[in-house]
């Protein structure tokens, strides 16, 4: 059922005063399913759209809540983040992920970036001097998104309770970029899963260790490889992503390696327990989901499920 949700929620206090890369957002890493009322509300199961007032600008963002659950009942929490010029609906349709809600009892959110669904507007805070799509340098969001994040969680707890202890934020191409860009600043986030996206510099994350599941299309024609994978081409002055993040984890340089369906995982060796990090690669693969469903130009099926991937990842490494 498709109900649409009108929510005045204007985005006040802390979330006016702070910027999109401020790390006073954070919650405890390790804080406890949540405490206060929850699930009060208790909205429809299953799918809704809904808007909100959040830092000055109307946000639009899809959530699912799985069925057959409690509203009471604290469970995980997934945001799905679009790419650039697509919408929260798109991911809807591609990646699976309600199927998944359904399976394993996680809510998920689908937001729309702050130009909105389907726009040529930059979508995301991704953080500056970021690694270069064949086209130059994806653009920086102005509003806040890590507010959006928070109003976004804060709409979901008045329908279902919600398990803080694990959130998890995921996200495909721009979405990518701006999944990096959550991990380096959030400690409240639980772990990330960047797809087909690139990132900047860690050395100033104020988050120490963060578990990171990358993936990419060994033939992207958009966002070279070369930006998270240190096996291919390199892009002139940029860290691969997956070296990146295991030398701000503290990683070991060594690997192994398991074969997925047409792919790689490389697993670092020798990380903290909170900061395994797993970069995965398609062979002969473009810009595209791994594992996508539908007719999308988005969806590459014949792949591991990019969807299945990342939660394995997060109940592996991130629980």
């Not at 009942?73 to 919408?87: D, E, K, N």
Request: with cysteine.
């Amino acid at each position: 059922m498709r109900t649409l949700y009108l929510l005045a929620l204007a985005a006040c206090g802390s979330h006016s005063a702070l910027t999109h890369g401020d790390a006073a957002h954070d919650a405890a890493p390790d804080s406890p399913p949540d405490a206060d009322p929850c699930g009060l509300r208790a909205g429809p199961r299953g799918m809704s759209q809904r808007t909100m007032t959040v830092a000055g600008l109307t946000r639009t963002y899809i959530v699912y809540l799985p069925q057959g659950v409690s509203a009471s009942t604290a469970v995980p929490l997934v945001f799905v983040h679009h790419g650039y010029t697509m919408a929260a609906s798109d991911m809807f349709d591609i990646t699976g992920y309600t199927q998944l809600a359904d399976r394993e009892h996680i809510a998920v959110v689908f937001p729309d970036g702050q130009a909105g669904p389907h726009s040529s507007g930059a979508p995301w805070n991704v953080g500056a001097n970021v690694c270069p799509s064949t086209s130059g340098a994806p653009p920086d969001a102005m509003g806040d998104d890590f507010a959006f994040l928070d109003a976004m969680k804060a709409d979901v707890l008045q329908d279902q309770c919600i398990d803080r202890a694990h959130i998890f934020v995921t996200g495909f191409s721009m979405g990518g970029y701006f999944s990096h860009h959550v991990g380096c600043n959030r400690s409240d986030i639980r772990a990330v899963a960047p797809h087909s996206g690139g990132t900047h510099a860690l050395d100033s994350c104020p988050v120490a260790h963060k578990p990171i599941l990358i993936l990419h299309g060994a033939s992207d024609p958009l966002i070279p490889d070369g930006c998270d994978d240190p096996a291919a081409t390199p892009v002139l002055g940029v860290t691969a992503s997956a070296t990146a993040w295991a030398a701000h984890n503290g990683c070991s340089t060594m690997t192994h390696s398991r074969t997925v369906m047409n792919g790689t995982c490389v697993t670092y060796d020798g990380c903290p327990p909170d900061g395994q990090v797993e970069l995965c690669t398609f062979n002969a693969m473009g810009h595209c989901w791994a594992g996508g469903v539908g007719s999308s130009v988005f969806a590459c099926a014949g792949f591991e499920s990019a969807t299945e991937l990342t939660w394995q990842f997060f109940q592996q490494y991130a629980w």
